[in-house]
């Protein structure tokens, strides 16, 4: 991801792709034309990258001009359309091949037609690198498409945002969610996670999604996502990573104007953090780190016992019980950790201290993100 003034990008198009897409638009133009010396002609700023790596790939002699067009502000493609500079040469009986790096609304098309009227041109043939069919308001015949895209705005490979973004090799997309900060909290039991979640979620001003809670919400109201869960839960089966995820996403819709979230709960297994990535990434968003508190067995223990004597759970009395359930915690975190990891997004904490210590060393970690 990336920041240009004051709004973030996503990776969208690689340079691979648009490598293989000015090839194919290359060979289809020239196989059309022949042994004829075309004039290309690319529309400046916009096109220079695409009109420059479309004319090293051509195989056969040709001309190649600009005109410079003005039809953007910002993010918007705006429907005043000044001619800036103009052509220079006779293109009377000549084949011309317009160059565009980008067509959406179709305005820019209007003052290209306009200007060749009076050109006497032999025919004139419009290629795009890329083109937003829902933007699309006018009639005139694009000849050649490289890609198809959404009607989001885009930067990178000549395209800009207010001046920058134009030296990018690659395309980015505009973040519909600008940027937010997602966690995935963990700690053995005992380790003070849901303490820290509730500093850190006022810190931050992050929303606490904690999966035990957003269960027993659901099944408590008797919600639709509710009742299907307790009737994998009164079978003694697990509830299936759908019914969880769609939960979640339920959580996450009730506060889309969120500045980010603490997911505690889940993932729990590499399945469920495959189904949560994409699930963000539907939300046109990421989780940015995995933060587990690591605390020595010993001290949760004497922790957990501590607490046994008022919490009046059962399982924080029992030793065993305890050992048994830290055991479980490292099996699942260990395979998180190598997941998160392999995206350099799993970050250890040392829970041992006062509560303020232990915030203050997660706080080192999310302010880096």
């Known amino acids: 991801m990336i920041k240009l003034h004051d709004l973030y990008f996503k990776p969208f198009i690689s340079e691979t792709e648009i490598a293989a897409t000015v090839e194919r638009m290359v060979h289809e133009i020239a196989d059309e034309l022949g042994d004829e010396i075309p004039v290309f002609i690319g529309i400046l700023n916009g096109s220079f990258m695409f009109v420059s790596d479309f004319v090293k790939k051509y195989p056969k002699p040709c001309e190649v001009t600009f005109i410079k067009l003005a039809s953007y502000e910002g993010v918007k493609s705006t429907e005043d359309i000044q001619r800036l500079i103009g052509l220079t040469q006779d293109l009377t009986g000549r084949t011309v091949v317009i160059l565009e790096d980008i067509i959406d609304s179709g305005n820019t098309l209007t003052e290209v037609h306009r200007i060749f009227e009076n050109e ?5 043939i419009i290629a795009t690198l890329f083109y937003k069919p829902e ?5 005139y015949k694009l000849h050649y498409v490289g890609m198809e895209i959404p009607n989001k705005f885009i930067v990178g ?3 800009d945002y207010d001046g920058l973004g134009r030296d990018l090799p690659e395309i980015y997309q505009l973040k519909t969610t600008q940027h937010m900060t997602n ?3 963990f700690g053995p039991p005992g380790a003070g996670k849901g303490t820290q979640a509730e500093f850190l979620k006022e810190k931050y001003n992050l929303v606490h999604i ?3 809670d957003v269960f027993r ?3 408590k109201n008797e919600t639709a996502l509710g009742m299907l869960a307790k009737s994998y839960m009164d079978k003694g089966e697990l509830v299936p990573d759908e019914v969880t995820i769609d939960m979640l996403n339920a959580e996450v819709e009730k506060n889309a104007d969120a500045k980010g979230f603490i997911f505690d709960g889940f993932p729990r297994t ?3 953090a495959d189904a949560l990535d994409k699930f963000m990434d539907e939300k046109d968003s990421q989780i940015d780190a995995m933060i587990a508190l690591e605390v020595d067995d010993e001290v949760l223990v004497k922790r957990l016992l501590e607490r046994g004597k008022t919490s009046g759970r059962p399982d924080d009395a029992d030793e065993t ?3 048994n359930r830290i055991k479980e915690y490292y099996k699942k975190t260990a395979i998180l950790k190598d997941y998160y990891s392999e995206q350099n997004k799993y970050f250890g904490v040392n829970g041992v201290g006062s509560i303020q210590d232990i915030t203050k060393r997660l706080s080192q970690v999310i302010d880096k993100l």
């Open 157 to 159: 490979y000549g395209l």
């Open 217 to 219: 919400f659901n099944i």
């Open 135 to 139: 933007a699309y308001k006018k009639d």
């Open 183 to 185: 966690i995935v909290l």
């Open 120 to 124: 006497n041109v032999k025919k004139l």
């Open 270 to 272: 590499n399945a469920q």
């Open 321 to 323: 019980i305890i050992r």
């Open 210 to 212: 904690s999966t035990g």
